[in-house]
């Protein structure tokens, strides 16, 4: 297993280039099942998840070409209605097929999804969905099995608001019978991208980035070529990273308008925040300043900026509470930022982070996608050196992270573990 080696201390500074979502690219690239022919995607990033749902794709009979961030995908040739365990534990988002797979052959066997190990992540939501809109479900062995001959418009409502759900069920109903409002709907910005995806195929979409969406169902749809929205977590990720070394940061092809609530809480900190042609700049503030931030479904600060930003409250001159509403579990970057000296104390969905204390390099251990991030922010900001292990869960979701660190000053190092 390989490890991130990073000494600590070096302001940033310079320019670097976003990727596209992997949260964005995910669905978009699973909606190809829906159609008969060849879809182009560009703006793919080159990460261990969409591997994996390349690999589960193909595994379905789609035929999948990769050249440099273009993928082609066409489901002409879908002749299995099974994402097998294999595929789908390391990923939840593989998920996601159950939706086209039902509407395209009106059967799906998924097995349950494994993932990041933050909290329960249930997929009752999906799959009551599924259920109005006419399918069977069952748990056989350790899979869902949902079966449903035609697939009929419905009214659903979603309990809690559900990114991968309500993109789950989207991709059902844009072929079921009818009419079907989702509410409560998430309305984060790779919802309305896949949303447009659909609708270019053919598919009638209403509502997409607001909690009311209605669908009206089409007898088919056709391929299409979509640019995958850049993403949001990373361009806040390199926000962050200007902060905690106090560098000036220019972020090329970002959208400001996703990160709102990241920038708007940055600046609270002292991080300058301009918006310029091609991005945002970001400059670090020689005084960090607390402030409590609280976690929430977009437009709200996200779940996912969460670790990276803690790091930031580290490093600032006072108290501050950082409140976790979306996940249950999503603390267990702390007792690894506490073996860098942080000085955190977690209470039920609250942790209060008393900075100033400044980090130390230590080893630690990655063990979300977003925690390895994390770390990494805190080795980037630690006297000495900090050795992050476990990197495969930062590969799940960052292009070339260290190499994009590196190009802006960082000191860091991938070695065999
Ligand atoms: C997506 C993102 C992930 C992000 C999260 C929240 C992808 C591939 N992943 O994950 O990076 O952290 O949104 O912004 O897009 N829930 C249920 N039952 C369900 C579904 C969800 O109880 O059937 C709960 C979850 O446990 C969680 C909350 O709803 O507490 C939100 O989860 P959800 O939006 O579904 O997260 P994902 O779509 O898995």
């Avoid at 299995?80 to 509407?103: F, I, N």
């Avoid at 999804?113 to 069952?138: M, Q, T, V, W, Y």
């Avoid at 409002?181 to 270019?200: D, G, H, K």
Wanted: charged letters at 20%; aromatic letters at 4%.
């Amino acid at each position: 297993m390989e490890k991130i080696i990073i000494e600590g201390g070096h302001r940033l500074e310079g320019t670097v280039a976003v990727s596209g979502a992997k949260n964005a690219a995910l669905p978009i690239l699973v909606s190809a099942l829906l159609t008969e022919g060849w879809n182009t995607f560009d703006n793919v990033p080159d990460l261990r998840d969409i591997r994996t749902i390349k690999s589960l794709l193909a595994d379905l009979g789609v035929q999948v070409e990769t050249s440099g961030s273009v993928v082609k995908l066409d489901a002409s040739g879908l002749n299995s209605h099974e994402a097998p365990y294999d595929l789908v534990r390391t990923m939840r988002a593989s998920v996601l097929v159950l939706g086209p797979l039902l509407a395209r052959l009106g059967r799906a066997r998924v097995s349950l999804p494994g993932g990041c190990a933050i909290g329960a992540r249930p997929i009752d939501l999906h799959l009551k969905g599924f259920e109005a809109l006419g399918a069977k479900i069952s748990l056989n062995e350790g899979y869902i099995e949902a079966e449903a001959p035609s697939l009929k418009g419905a009214e659903i409502y979603f309990d809690i608001s559900t990114v991968t759900g309500t993109e789950n069920l989207m991709m059902a109903a844009v072929l079921a019978e009818g009419c079907t409002t989702l509410r409560n709907a998430a309305r984060e910005p790779e919802v309305v991208a896949l949303a447009e995806v659909l609708s270019q195929m053919g598919a009638r979409i209403e509502g997409a980035g607001t909690a009311v969406i209605k669908i009206t169902g089409v007898e088919a749809l056709k391929p299409t070529s979509f640019t995958v929205i850049p993403d949001r977590i990373e361009a806040g990720t390199f926000l962050v990273a200007a902060g905690v070394t106090q560098g000036d940061i220019k972020i090329e092809g970002c959208e400001p308008s996703h990160l709102q609530a990241v920038i708007n809480k940055l600046r609270q900190t002292g991080i300058t925040i301009e918006q310029e042609p091609g991005g945002l700049r970001a400059i670090g503030a020689e005084t960090i300043s607390s402030t409590d931030v609280k976690t929430l479904p977009y437009p709200g600060f996200p779940t996912d900026m969460q670790a990276q930003f803690m790091v930031l409250m580290c490093l600032a001159n006072g108290l501050s509470v950082t409140s976790e509403t979306v996940f249950e579990n999503r603390f267990i970057h702390v007792s690894e930022l506490q073996r860098m000296g942080a000085d955190i104390t977690v209470s039920g969905h609250a942790a209060v982070v008393k900075g100033g204390g400044g980090l130390t390099g230590a080893p630690v251990m990655a063990t979300d996608l977003r925690a390895s991030a994390s770390l990494i922010l805190a080795g980037l900001a630690a006297t000495g050196t900090t050795e992050v292990s476990r990197v495969y869960h930062i590969d799940r979701g960052y292009e070339a992270i260290e190499k994009k660190l590196t190009q802006l000053g960082g000191h860091l190092e991938r070695v065999p573990g």
